[in-house]
Every structure is written in structure tokens, then in C-alpha cells.
């Protein structure tokens, strides 16, 4: 298990983020999925790839976070290898390449976000195919290097159910076994997190945090 670096969060997923699995992070914008991303990169002391298709990747709050932790900001930011694809076909390309990049040296492959240049494409419904080889790049990823792969979703509003739901939500539901959503809540700086699909642990439980310098912290420590 990969430590979130939150006590709660942790217990929530029932000991952090599973090695082997693909994870689902979505929530609206600026609820933490990214900053929750690179903090576990942060703690999991082995490399990190990072497919950062948002341009959200930011290597001055990552030495922020690590030197809130006493960690050293030059060589946590080295075990970070990031990738940024311009568009879908090249977010194609750098995510199959990466079956000869990841090996033993590195924890964790985090893609923030899957679905950005999916969105971006005038003809989407001919692409959730392309999509799902995507992840199942990613699983095959996951599983032979028996590490934990975190996905982060952006989300839309549906109308007809009056609710926001995670982009090409069936397509990435069925790779994904694990899915924690991220939301805002009107007090300012705190955020929920609900765990809507777990392996083993009970669905629909939720837990608070909050967002500072140091990165994703317990409400009340």
C-alpha cells in the first residue's frame, strides 16, 4: 500500500492506494486531486511517472509540500518523471511507451487527468475505445509491476439527473475498481472525500480533510 499521507484517508481506502489496481480520482476543479496525487508520489520514496495533460503539474508546490515535510525539495522533486502530450494521440503514444519506461525503480504512475484531450476531441464517442486500451495499458502496468496507477477524471454536469458525474464514467468504471471522489464543501479550504467503489472496503463512506501548505492534512491535526 501506498500511504496518502493522510490518517484518514488511508483508513478510508484501507491502507492507501493498492498496489496492482487502478485507482479513479475525480471531483470538480481545484478539490485537491492533483495536489493528493503528487503528495502520495511525494511519500512513496521510489520514482514517479507522471502524465500531467493539464499543464497542472507544478514543480514549486511540490518543493513547498516536501520541504513542509522535511524532506529534501531537489531530490524528491528528481524521482518525479513527468510527460506532457499535447493532444489525445500523443497522451496515446506516451502512455503505451511507458510499458518500457516504468520498472522496479519506480512506485507509483499517476494521469492527471485521463479524460482532459479526450474532451478535447470533436469526435469522442469514436475514442472511448482508444480510451479503454489506455487503461488497460495502465492496468497491465499496474499489475506487473504490482504498483499502484492513480487515474484522475475531471467530471460534467448531466442534466437529466441534475448531478455532476465523472467523464466517459462507464468506460473508465470498469477498470477501475477503486474510485474516490473529491468535493468542496462551503466552508473554506475543507473537502470531502467519499469512497464510491472499493474492492473490500464499505462503499459510501466518507471522510474530511483539508488543503495547506504542507499539502492534504486531517481536519483537527
Known amino acids: 500500500m501506498l500511504s496518502t499521507g493522510s490518517r484518514k484517508l488511508d483508513e478510508l481506502l484501507g491502507g492507501g492506494f493498492a498496489p496492482g489496481v487502478l485507482t479513479q480520482i475525480y471531483g470538480p476543479y481545484a478539490t485537491g486531486k492533483t495536489t493528493l496525487a503528487v503528495q502520495t508520489g511525494i511519500l512513496s520514496g521510489k520514482k514517479v511517472a507522471y502524465v500531467d495533460t493539464e499543464g497542472g503539474f507544478s514543480p514549486e508546490r511540490l518543493k513547498q509540500m516536501a520541504e513542509a515535510r522535511n524532506l529534501d525539495p531537489e531530490e524528491t522533486l528528481s524521482r518525479f518523471i ?126 474530511y480533510f483539508r488543503i495547506t501548505e504542507k499539502g492534504i492534512e486531517d481536519v483537527g491535526e
Not at 158 to 163: A, C, F, I, P, T
Open 82 to 207: 513527468l510527460f506532457t502530450p499535447a493532444d489525445f494521440k500523443e497522451q496515446r503514444r506516451i502512455i503505451g511507451s511507458l510499458k518500457k519506461v516504468v520498472d522496479d525503480s519506480f512506485s507509483l504512475v499517476v494521469v492527471d487527468s485521463i479524460t482532459a484531450h479526450y474532451r478535447a476531441e470533436e469526435n469522442r464517442m469514436g475514442l472511448l475505445t482508444d480510451l479503454s486500451r489506455q487503461l488497460q495499458v495502465l492496468l497491465w502496468i499496474a499489475r506487473k509491476q504490482n504498483i499502484p496507477v492513480l487515474v484522475i477524471n475531471q467530471v460534467h454536469y448531466d442534466s437529466k439527473l441534475e448531478r455532476t458525474r465523472p467523464v466517459a464514467e462507464q468506460t473508465l468504471g470498469y477498470r477501475c475498481k477503486d474510485i474516490l471522489r473529491l468535493d468542496k464543501l462551503p466552508k473554506p479550504g475543507l473537502r470531502l472525500a467519499i469512497l464510491e467503489r472499493h474492492r473490500f472496503r464499505p462503499e459510501g463512506t466518507m471522510v
